[in-house]
């Protein structure tokens, strides 16, 4: 069965750390993950997102690792802030046709100042 | 900017009572999909659609069925609401044929099922 596995269900950090989300994932036909980040009572939101041919994609202080032959991949937040805190969704495009995407269970971060 | 609009936001229902959640989309996307989001399991499709006139089983499609009038709008439907469909409902909106693009999604409607 496709499965997108995340790692931790919740993470809290300091103010100015690095917060590590990670995800794995199972079938090798997955080539494109995004990211989503989803605030209470809000809907996800695409964060950031990184295509199997590379190993690493940065936006500002998100970047994405990607090890393709380990089929796992993390989001590294820097200098996390407290309204970085919410719900990060790890996701895994599949199906030749409609674009459709299967989701992790997400990590709850919690920054604290 | 692109909007993924949904109603009621809210929504008490009896079980064995129908139910219709409703999705509009601003951003003349062809793709519409419907997810559930339940704690330990994050997002999961539920139907989806390729333009007007069409709906597609996603990987939880049981107890629930989808309509696509127009290529703004597009429903859920419990036709016997049951407590185990007692969750949150996100519609989202992507392109066509752009495989690996960005899915929008909307605010969201909390259902419980009593």
């Known amino acids: 069965q496709q499965q997108v596995r995340q790692s931790p269900q919740s993470l809290t950090v300091w103010e100015g750390e690095t917060a590590i989300l990670n995800c794995s994932y199972e079938d090798s036909t997955f080539n494109y993950f995004p990211w989503y980040q989803q605030f209470p009572g809000e809907g996800p939101a695409l964060l950031i997102s990184i295509r199997s041919v590379s190993d690493k994609k940065e936006d500002g202080r998100f970047t994405i690792f990607f090890n393709k032959r380990e089929k796992k991949l993390s989001l590294h937040i820097t200098d996390s802030q407290p309204g970085d805190s919410a719900t990060y969704f790890c996701?895994?495009?599949?199906?030749?046709?409609?674009?459709?995407?299967?989701f992790g269970i997400g990590t709850l971060l919690s920054v604290k100042p | 900017e692109a909007a993924v609009t949904q109603s009621p936001r809210n929504k008490v229902a009896v079980t064995g009572g129908k139910v219709t959640l409703s999705c509009n989309q601003t951003n003349n996307h062809n793709n519409m999909y419907w997810y559930r989001q339940d704690t330990g399991h994050g997002l999961r499709l539920i139907h989806y659609?390729?333009?007007?006139?069409?709906?597609e089983k996603g990987d939880i499609p049981d107890g629930y069925k989808a309509s696509r009038p127009s290529q703004e709008n597009f429903s859920l439907i419990l036709e016997l609401a049951t407590p185990s469909q007692t969750s949150v409902y996100f519609c989202a909106s992507g392109r066509q044929g752009a495989a690996q693009d960005t899915q929008y999604f909307g605010p969201g409607t909390r259902l419980l099922v009593l």
């Open positions: 659609s390729y333009g007007a006139g069409s709906t």
């Open positions: 996701a895994a495009h599949y199906g030749s046709s409609g674009n459709k995407l299967i």
